[in-house]
Structure formats: structure tokens, C-alpha cells
């Protein structure tokens, strides 16, 4: 599997001829391009970093093999596109893609006692993890965790404990659009020295073998 991150939290798996996208938000200025090129899409949850819906109506208009997976209130905005959105809960398991998909979660992270607290899903693709915006632990093995680092709801300490939590053989720094590269190799740091388990930053369009 090759793994292909992108702005913020969008990350794009390969596996033979296909092509899995997850959370094409707004903030990721190729994601109509990246959408284009893929058999599925997954979103975790309904905020605009994670999910455009004018980018995924488009995409289901002009391709017929599209699926698009997504938790109830993400896919009642879309409609049905004749059953190509598929609406996801946890404890779902399906096929996409070429890939082996299960359904985690069922909230967003609390930003503050004052904002509404919104559905939000992750997905354990293979054996890759997004959580989406959520310290949420699958209670499953996770041979690699996709962890947010920057975000209204994230901590150092959440983090820390979140890794030693789920356990994963490696993870991957994703949401990370609000660290500057000097926050995102002390995050580095801090997570490697405080869980064991090394945390790989990779370039926009950057791709690594998993």
C-alpha cells in the first residue's frame, strides 16, 4: 500500500489500480484532481476541512464508479446518487477500493463546553487508522495511526496519551495545517521521546510505502 499525504487532514492510499481518498476537505486546494483520480472517497465528518461537498457532487455527477462513504450527516447533505453514497456507522465493515474497510466513533472531539459536539467517524482502512477529528481508539492493532496534530481540539497531552493508547507500529502527522514546520518537528520530538513510537512528517504530495 502506498500512502500519498495531502493538505491538512487529506491522504490519498493506493494498492493496485485503486485509489481511496479520505476527508477531500476545502483546504486542500487539488482535491477535485485527487477525487478525480480515485474508485472511493471517505469522510469522516462534516467540517469544511474534511469535506466539500460541491467537489463530491461533481465528482458523483461525472463518475459513475465513484463511491463515497460518510457518517448520516455528511451523506444526507450529498443525497443517494442511485446508492453511491453510502451512509457508515460504527461498527460497519466493507470493501472498497481494494481495500478493507471498518467504521469507528461517533463524535468529534469536545472543542469547548460551547460548540456543538458533531457526528465524526474514523476509519481502519487495511490496517491504516484515521480517526478524523477524534482521539478515537479502535481497539483493534493499528499498524499505522494517522494523528492530528494542530486543531482547535488537539493537545500535546491528548496526543501523548492517545498514541500509547491505540498502540500503532508507526504513525503519520496529518491536520496539521496550522503547525509551522517548526511545530510540527517539536511535535516530532515530543511524541517520539514521551510514546516510543516514531512520528513521520511528510511533504505535501510526499508518499511513503506502508
Do not use: C
Amino acid at each position: 500500500m502506498e500512502l500519498t499525504k495531502h493538505t491538512h487532514a487529506t491522504v490519498v492510499l493506493s494498492k493496485g489500480e485503486g485509489s481511496l481518498v479520505i476527508d477531500p476537505g476545502a483546504y486542500t486546494p487539488n482535491a477535485a484532481d485527487l477525487v478525480a483520480d480515485a474508485t472511493a472517497v471517505l469522510i469522516t465528518h462534516a467540517h469544511p476541512d474534511h469535506f466539500d461537498a460541491g467537489i463530491l457532487d461533481a465528482a458523483l455527477d461525472a463518475q459513475p464508479a465513484l463511491t463515497v462513504y460518510a457518517p448520516g450527516s455528511v451523506a444526507a447533505g450529498l443525497g443517494s446518487h442511485d446508492g453511491r453514497v453510502v451512509t457508515v456507522a460504527a461498527g460497519d465493515t466493507f470493501a472498497a477500493a481494494g481495500f478493507d474497510v471498518a467504521v469507528f466513533g461517533e463524535e468529534h472531539a469536545v472543542i469547548h463546553p460551547d460548540v456543538p459536539v458533531d457526528e465524526n467517524v474514523g476509519f481502519l482502512v487495511d490496517d491504516v487508522f484515521h480517526p478524523g477529528d477524534a482521539y478515537l481508539e479502535p481497539g483493534v492493532a493499528v499498524e499505522t495511526l494517522l494523528l492530528p496534530t494542530s486543531g482547535p481540539w488537539v493537545s500535546m497531552r491528548g496526543a501523548v496519551d492517545y498514541v500509547r493508547a491505540v498502540k500503532p507500529a508507526a504513525a503519520v502527522q496529518i491536520h496539521d495545517l496550522m503547525l509551522s514546520d517548526a511545530g510540527k518537528g517539536s511535535t516530532e520530538q515530543f511524541l517520539k521521546n514521551l510514546t516510543g513510537v516514531g512520528l513521520t512528517t511528510l511533504q505535501l504530495g510526499e508518499s511513503v510505502t506502508l
